[in-house]
């Protein structure tokens, strides 16, 4: 089984590095899909042979961040009207480098984190994972204009701390699970009709020039 | 609850119902006047009182008598003072004089030791309410500009403060924290910077309370609080004489030189509480090395000296207010010829002047003498470090004290004598009867003063343990002597004068003009100004004063209109508080550009943030 969630964390990280470099809108929500099934399928193969399989847990994770979520996104994406991310902050090269850096930062970082005694075995992969996908999270929401990329990046942030948790955690709380998750949908609630308030105001959803809300120099 | 709180609530009501009946101006001076007479003629006799009931007298009431006599003074001087200008806000006047002259003795009546709040809200209202006062002339810039000068060093004092009373400190940081919260309020070097500002800005009685008075106060506090008694007390003596030092010579350097007869005079009260300073800094140092001589002198000297300070800055203070209203300027170049129009302030003036200057036999004299008798027994001891600061001491005291003979007798050439240099010195006519008494009313009570001294000095010694008495004994008997003397010199001057107004009034008197050195036709733009009065000086110290000249000089056969403009910036806000408010400046404006209104690089400051964080963790842990 170890095999099979060292190539799903594999996975997660050519996602992050595709999602850096995916201009296109759908691209970026299908990765997003493709992170939330990996999620919730990787609770159930981490506790193979270790006990308890939560399958209530696996179902929500699966039909929210695998189905639920990236239909609200695409339908979003549909209402406002934009495909691509046309002139994002930090170009898409550049990017790829970023999210690189940001990989080899979180190996180093983990290296040196002390783990709780009761970590799974492949705590030592899945943790710097964890972290790179964080991370990456974070970088798309500084790197990119549209509002719904911002949107994404953040979905992939809390994707990032999902992961720390189902790797690191093997007595998994389901209550804190399901909170998380009502976190998330509550967010991207709030953020797409958001979006879809800013797109029908402004014709655009460029975050970037909603930046009259601060003291002019004197 | 003490017996003095009596007097202080009296003058507080009197101060609120004053400011009701605002739309009443002469009730409203009647009503802030009398209660304010009233409350610290009562106070004066309720001490008097206790001390001949117990015999008890704390440090407290030396630094109360200050306040009482200058809020009567202030008081009297105040009705004549306001009449005409800023009558008819008189009672806004009265509320803030009273509540600063309640405050002030508010300050010395509370058990500071016990109750440290009471005494930080007694100080705090104190600050605040004379900061109404100096900005009451409200539609003057420079007024305004001034107050919020004083309202900063008065907050940075009283926050400094709260520090001291809350946190439990070491004695040493206890004494550098009060060495600068009330160092805000005496006026110690690069803490002095409000002084020169906020006393010409404010009405002449309130420059005179706050001169004479709530700057003394600022060493009540520090001793009170700043020095405790498990302290170093050498390391006191050595900081508040070097101190006390650096004040002085500076002080009265620039007090040379300024033109501004309001300005002057707080750069003398600078001056004189750096001479307080040096005397106390002597006591401490005789107390830790065990010379009698110098402790008791040292001490004893900056009683007398403080006193001494109140009553003839309060003078010259109220004097100025009187020369201010009669010739409209404060400006010593347009004015001349002053002691003619106006004989009986002039008069006062002078003798203020003199006192201050400790010339004999003024009162001043004593005290002056008591802080060299200090320095002189400090002069004849083994230790080296000590011979040298003696030594320096009286070095520095006797040039300051040339100096203060400079400055003073540059005001009375410039203001009382030769001729008038403007139209409105011209026309300027002695002032009312009230403001006349309240300058020699203080003069009259510093000869008292005088009178007292050698009983106040037995009374010092009274208290002493058996050692020191021999010591107190030969000390109180010379200043019995130097009274003696002054008093008798006081007299002889007064005699002269009676003899002098006797032989006139036999052989006739003639007037006519001073003699004028020969010129055809002289003319009062020929006479000395201040300013080139003090000029050789002002360019003697001009790496120092750096005078701003604006010359347009004479130029041609038939020259044209020529100036002279002179202004000397003070040298602690021009070399170190405006450098330093430049850097803040440019600091905040580099901060502000953190606040730019991308929504990404708030996003990215947070995320910098947070790996920032993380890593410090994880590297802390290795």
Not at chain 1, 138 to 151: C, E, G, H, P
Not at chain 2, 98 to 114: I, R
Request: with cysteine; aromatic share 10%; net charge neutral.
């Amino acid at each position: 089984m170890n095999q099979m969630n060292e190539l799903f964390l594999g996975i997660f990280l050519c996602s992050c590095l595709m999602l850096a470099v995916s201009s296109r809108l759908l691209h970026c929500i299908r990765i997003v899909a493709l992170q939330g099934v990996l999620l919730g399928i990787m609770p159930v193969t981490l506790a193979i042979g270790h006990g308890d399989i939560h399958w209530s847990v696996m179902i929500i994770n699966l039909s929210l961040k695998g189905i639920i979520l990236p239909c609200l996104l695409y339908r979003t994406m549909l209402k406002a009207g934009v495909k691509r991310e046309l002139e994002p902050v930090i170009g898409y090269s550049l990017s790829a480098g970023v999210v690189l850096a940001l990989i080899l930062f979180s190996f180093f970082i983990s290296g040196r984190l002390s783990l709780p005694a009761g970590a799974s075995d492949l705590a030592g992969l899945a943790v710097p994972c964890s972290f790179a996908v964080v991370m990456t999270g974070l970088f798309t929401v500084i790197a990119r204009k549209k509002a719904l990329t911002q949107v994404i990046g953040f979905l992939v942030f809390e994707n990032g701390i999902t992961l720390f948790g189902a790797a690191v955690m093997r007595e998994h709380p389901l209550i804190v699970e399901l909170g998380i998750l009502l976190d998330v949908l509550v967010l991207v609630f709030i953020m797409g009709i958001s979006v879809f308030q800013i797109s029908r105001e402004f014709s655009h959803i460029d975050a970037d020039r909603l930046n009259s809300l601060k003291e002019e120099a004197r | 609850m003490d017996i003095m709180f009596f007097p202080v609530v009296l003058i507080v009501t009197g101060g609120i119902v004053s400011r009701l009946l605002q739309k009443r101006p002469a009730a409203a001076m009647v009503t802030g006047a009398g209660t304010l007479c009233g409350g610290t003629l009562a106070a004066i006799i309720m001490q008097i009182l206790c001390y001949c009931h117990d015999g008890g007298f704390a440090v407290r009431d030396l630094f109360a008598f200050p306040v009482l006599i200058l809020g009567l003074a202030g008081a009297i001087h105040s009705i004549g003072y306001l009449a005409g200008h800023g009558s008819e806000r008189s009672g806004t006047y009265w509320f803030f004089f009273n509540l600063t002259a309640a405050a002030m003795l508010a300050v010395t009546a509370v058990d500071s030791a016990s109750n440290p709040l009471s005494f930080l809200l007694a100080w705090e209202i104190m600050g605040a309410a004379s900061f109404a006062l100096v900005i009451f002339d409200r539609h003057n810039q420079s007024a305004c500009r001034a107050g919020w000068i004083y309202m900063i060093a008065c907050h940075a004092g009283a926050g400094l403060l709260i520090l001291l009373f809350c946190f439990d400190l070491t004695p040493l940081w206890v004494f550098i924290i009060a060495l600068l919260g009330f160092g805000l309020k005496i006026g110690f070097p690069l803490l002095h910077i409000w002084l020169p500002e906020a006393h010409p800005a404010a009405p002449a009685p309130v420059s005179a309370l706050m001169s004479g008075a709530m700057i003394e106060l600022g060493f009540y506090g520090l001793l009170s609080f700043g020095i405790l008694r498990d302290g170093n007390i050498a390391l006191y003596g050595w900081v508040l004489s070097i101190l006390g030092m650096a004040t002085m010579l500076p002080g009265i350097i620039f007090a040379l030189a300024q033109n501004n007869l309001k300005r002057l005079l707080a750069y003398s009260s600078i001056e004189n509480m750096g001479i307080l300073s040096c005397a106390l800094g002597l006591g401490f140092l005789g107390m830790s090395h065990h010379i009698p001589g110098m402790m008791i002198c040292g001490f004893a000297g900056a009683a007398v000296h403080l006193l001494n300070h109140a009553l003839f800055k309060g003078g010259l203070f109220l004097g100025a207010g009187s020369v201010y209203k009669a010739a409209g300027t404060l400006d010593m170049d347009d004015m001349g010829g002053l002691l003619k129009r106006m004989p009986w302030t002039g008069t006062g003036f002078i003798l203020h002047a003199a006192g201050l200057c400790g010339l004999p036999p003024f009162a001043g004299f004593a005290g002056e003498f008591l802080i060299y008798c200090a320095a002189f027994a400090g002069l004849g001891n083994r230790e080296l470090p000590l011979t040298v600061i003696s030594a320096a001491v009286l070095v520095i005291l006797a040039v300051t004290g040339g100096f203060a003979a400079a400055a003073f007798a540059k005001v009375i050439g410039a203001v009382f004598c030769g001729e008038p240099r403007s139209a409105q010195a011209e026309d300027s006519v002695e002032v009312s009867p009230g403001m006349i008494l309240a300058v020699w009313m203080l003069f009259f009570l510093s000869c008292a003063l005088l009178a007292a001294l050698p009983c106040g000095i037995r009374y010092l010694v009274g208290l002493m343990t058996p050692e020191y008495i021999g010591y107190g004994e030969s000390i109180s008997g010379m200043v019995a002597a130097v009274a003696l003397f002054s008093l008798a010199g006081l007299l002889l001057i007064f005699a002269i004068m009676l003899l002098r107004r006797g032989l006139n009034k036999r052989c006739g008197e003639r007037k006519s003009a001073t003699w004028d050195c020969g010129y055809a036709l002289p003319d009062p733009r020929m006479e000395y100004t201040a300013t080139s009065f003090s000029r050789s000086m002002v360019d003697f110290f001009g790496s120092l004063l750096k005078p701003a000249r604006k010359i347009s000089a004479p130029q041609g056969i038939f020259p044209g209109k020529s100036e002279l403009d002179e202004e000397i910036a003070d040298a602690g806000m021009r070399n170190f508080w405006q450098p330093v408010f430049k850097c803040g400046t440019f600091l905040a404006s580099r901060i502000h550009m953190l606040q730019s209104g991308s929504l990404h690089f708030y996003l990215l400051v947070l995320v910098i943030t947070l790996i920032g964080m993380l890593l410090g963790a994880v590297l802390q842990g290795d």
